[in-house]
């Protein structure tokens, strides 16, 4: 069995296909997905459509992290500050991609509501979508994990491996915990699993970079990586 992990989709339902098609989960695989669905890529309703269909397929074995943005949707009251933040990050392009089908961006938050987790667990690393500053994960806060910067701006993490989006890098990156370490991780090559600090897989979908999985098996994992129209 192996846990397939994707990072930022942000509305780019051509990459989310061909990422699968590439790393092809099988009938026994985890799929977990990070976070961050919709906004800046103009396909943010396929996603949603995909996203339901992978879920109905994988059911138990299947995990959708909460990120930022499903935050956004799902907060009842917005601050101004908050909404302003929301539109500046691209919203506007799931409205649109969701009123080009019919439908309404809030329409999903009820499906979002009912399957979006704060983390998610296994023997040798865990999943948020964006931060942890103290083990164990259930004594961080909602806004940690969801939104705070500091494993990677600050690379203050030095606890059990944690695999993280959130902040857009060229490239997958390890981040020792130690404030100076880092190292950024070659894609298509079977690799020992790290037993701390945190691996950054967001490459930047929605912004012109790529969609990024990282495929677990065993004590071992593998980088793959696609551009937003597929290749």
């Known amino acids: 069995m192996k846990t397939i992990i994707i990072g930022d989709i ?3 339902c051509d990459a989310l ?3 699968l098609e590439r ?6 695989d985890h799929l977990v997905l990070l976070g961050d669905l919709f906004d800046r890529g103009g396909q943010s309703f396929e996603v949603f459509r995909t996203v339901r269909e992978l879920a109905e397929t994988y059911g ?6 909460r990120g930022n943005h499903e935050d956004y949707l799902l907060t009842e009251k917005l601050s101004f500050s908050q909404r302003m933040v929301w539109d500046h990050v691209g919203r506007g392009a799931t409205v649109k991609s969701f009123k080009r089908n019919g439908a309404r961006m809030e329409d999903a938050a009820p499906w979002l509501r009912d399957k979006c987790r704060l983390f998610y667990r296994e023997e040798r690393f865990q999943c948020v979508h964006a931060g942890i500053r103290i083990f164990p994960l259930e004594d961080n806060d909602n806004h940690t994990l969801i939104h705070d910067h500091s494993v990677v701006m600050e690379n203050c ?3 059990p491996l944690t695999i993280v989006g959130h902040i857009a890098l060229d490239v997958p990156t390890w981040f020792a915990g130690d404030e100076e370490t880092t190292q950024m991780l070659p894609p298509a090559e079977w690799l020992p699993l790290p037993e701390t600090g945190v691996i950054c897989i967001d ?3 929605g912004k012109g970079g790529r969609l990024t999985a990282m495929t677990v098996r065993g004590g071992e ?3 793959d990586s696609v551009g937003e129209g597929g290749r």
């Open 10 to 12: 942000h509305g780019c």
């Open 17 to 19: 296909n061909a990422l």
């Open 23 to 28: 790393v092809r989960p099988g009938a026994e």
């Open 60 to 65: 138990d074995r299947f995990t959708l992290l």
């Open 157 to 159: 993490y030095a606890g």
């Open 203 to 205: 490459t930047g979908c």
């Open 221 to 223: 994992y593998r980088l």
